[in-house]
């Protein structure tokens, strides 16, 4: 079996198992395990450029997750303005990725910042031109999400409810994507010994 149809079917395994168990908190786990598999396995290969991505997609997850499971930004009560809730809640995460954007988008210069000392190997890789399209694509779908919020909840559009019903899934496919890009590299870069373009 080819190695982009492993990959393909990998994706599309993870989404439908991320769907099934529906709990944040170990799909949160699961996504961390995969990071934390990719921040290894470039440790090990001493891959700078492998470890550093897989730090940045961890460091954003891990931000998000204390962020909302730590209710530092609440998901609203009974009494709660949903409003204000739903906008607070949307608009930080739209901020979160718009963040992942800038890092994985600046990421070789990050890496040569932060490893001065492996820099010579710190380079542009095949997968550098990926990942920062799945948080620009969650960042369209929070931006919707915080539309449709302020629509429904400021404007009585009671009715409109398409992005916040499918919104948990949208994210979980993302994670999803996410992973297999990343399993992806991994695989490249045993196969072939190198990741960059």
């Not at 890092?103 to 990926?130: M, P, Y």
């Not at 919020?149 to 009715?159: A, E, H, K, T, Y």
């Not at 496919?173 to 072939?192: E, Q």
Request: hydrophobic share 55%; proline share 1%; glycine share 6%.
């Amino acid at each position: 079996m080819k190695v982009s149809n492993l990959i393909f079917i990998t994706i599309i395994a993870l989404a439908v198992f991320y769907t099934q168990v529906a709990n944040p908190d170990y799909v949160t786990f699961l996504y961390l395990t995969v990071l934390t598999f990719g921040v290894v396995f470039g440790v090990l290969k001493k891959d700078p450029n492998i470890t550093h991505i897989s730090a940045i997609l961890a460091l954003v997850a891990i931000s998000e997750y204390v962020v909302f499971s730590y209710n530092i930004i609440s998901l609203g009560g009974e009494l709660d303005d949903y409003l204000i809730v739903g906008s607070l809640v949307f608009g930080v995460q739209l901020a979160i990725n718009l963040i992942a954007v800038l890092l994985l988008i600046c990421r070789v210069q990050l890496s040569k910042l932060i490893s001065k000392t492996t820099s010579k190997n710190i380079e542009l890789t095949a997968f550098d031109g990926i990942f920062h399209w799945f948080f620009i694509f969650a960042g369209i779908i929070n931006l919707l999400a915080l539309l449709e919020n302020v629509l429904r909840n400021g404007f009585d559009f009671n009715s409109l409810t398409f992005i916040y019903d499918i919104y948990e899934n949208l994210g979980y496919m993302i994670i999803a994507l996410i992973c297999g890009t990343l399993i992806t590299m991994l695989v490249v870069s045993a196969r072939d010994g190198r990741v960059t373009q």
